[in-house]
């Protein structure tokens, strides 16, 4: 996995703007991958950050980098905690509502909409998606708005803003490890 890809996926997430990042990779092998992941972990454990693989098939990975404890406090929300409720998650443990995602995730190919709540979407843009089936949104950027259209326009301008510097101090020469903002203690 190129760090160029990880930078520009993972941008805002590793700049403390949001919860997580979801992205598809190649790679050779399912330990290639595993490998790969256990390194960036050991590079970003200090700063709040976790980098799990979601799927792996054929030769591409779907991995996840998030914020426990944002992605432990956006969950707490009534509005995301219902979603999930609804959904079959557990929610009292952001860990296994990971894991059942992953489930999830394995046994279909399309992307389970309540998704958006691990990324830092806000819960009413994801019950939006979910009830309105994709249609019928405010305005669409990084997800599709059916609540608070402002909020959302600005944190599209923010995210892209946050991937254009992240990307061009990688290129630079700053690292995962000077890129990545600690998490708030």
């Not at 890809?5 to 990779?25: E, N, R």
């Not at 980098?51 to 707490?76: E, H, I, N």
């Not at 608070?148 to 510097?165: G, N, T």
Request: aromatic residues 10%.
């Amino acid at each position: 996995m190129s760090e160029d890809l990880f930078v520009h996926h993972c941008a805002p997430t590793l700049a403390g703007l949001k919860t997580g990042s979801l992205f598809a990779c190649g790679f050779e092998s399912e330990s290639e991958m595993k490998n790969t992941v256990r390194a960036v972990n050991r590079r970003l454990k200090s700063k709040g950050l976790c980098f799990v693989p979601m799927k792996y098939s054929g030769k591409k990975a779907l991995l996840y980098l998030y914020r426990p404890d944002k992605l432990r406090l956006d969950l707490k929300c009534s509005g995301a905690n219902a979603i999930l409720s609804g959904c079959g998650y557990s929610t009292e443990h952001p860990g296994r509502c990971i894991s059942c995602l992953r489930r999830k995730l394995s046994q279909s190919e399309e992307f389970p909409h309540e998704i958006g709540l691990f990324l830092g979407y806000p819960p009413d843009d994801v019950k939006g998606f979910i009830e309105q089936g994709a249609k019928n949104c405010k305005c669409s950027g990084c997800w599709k708005v059916y609540g608070d259209e402002k909020l959302a326009l600005s944190l599209f301008v923010k995210y892209k803003k946050c991937r254009e510097i992240y990307c061009r101090k990688h290129a630079e020469g700053f690292s995962l490890e000077r890129l990545a903002v600690a998490a708030k203690q």
